[in-house]
């Protein structure tokens, strides 16, 4: 039993882990931080299932649980930044954002840095529906939000993306 158990837990991981890691990439500053809140939300997942058949969880509740571990983090960093305000910190944190094969890609660079400047809501909505593959009722549950709020924050955010991929190809055409 508790081998297959922890057969179906590292199979949801395959299948699932890049998107939450893509999603956790939105609440922290580096992969790294990234890859402890994806720790972090495992592990709360895994003692909250237990108590339920100790199966894995349904994608909504692990982003539902990033965005709250994501949220916590941030609380504690403010916390620490403000304890330490009197000494001068400088952060230079590397950035590899989608897939860091594609790192040097001029257009995928281009995306990851458009997405980035999203604001944090219409960046979550994005993320969880292009790349955690979430319906806009799944969105909404995680996000508490009804689903035409997240419908519509999904449309801003593309007509934003599609509006900079237009600048970017204008400015490409003016210097060719």
């Known amino acids: 039993m508790a081998h297959a158990l922890a057969k179906e837990w590292k199979q949801w991981l395959v299948e699932n882990g890049p998107r939450l890691l893509l999603f956790a990439r939105g609440w922290s500053q580096c992969r790294q931080d990234a890859e402890d809140l994806v720790q972090e939300a495992i592990l709360r997942l895994w003692n ?10 349904d994608l ?48 995928a660079v281009f995306l990851r840095d458009a997405v980035q400047r999203l604001s944090p809501k219409l960046r979550e909505v994005v993320v969880m529906k292009t790349w955690g593959g979430l319906t806009f009722a799944e969105i909404s549950e995680t996000l508490a939000i009804s689903p035409n709020t997240a419908a ?6 593309l007509d ?17």
């Open 60 to 107: 909504p509740l692990a982003f539902s649980t990033i965005r709250f571990c994501g949220l916590n983090h941030h609380r504690s960093e403010t916390r620490r930044r403000n304890r330490e305000e009197s000494v001068i910190y400088l952060n230079d944190f590397q950035d590899v954002w989608l897939d860091p094969a594609l790192e040097e890609d001029e257009e």
């Open 48 to 57: 909250y299932q237990a108590d339920k058949g100790a199966t894995p969880p």
């Open 152 to 157: 519509s924050r999904y449309r801003y955010a």
């Open 160 to 176: 934003q993306l599609a509006h900079e991929l237009r600048r970017l190809k204008d400015e490409r055409h003016a210097n060719a």
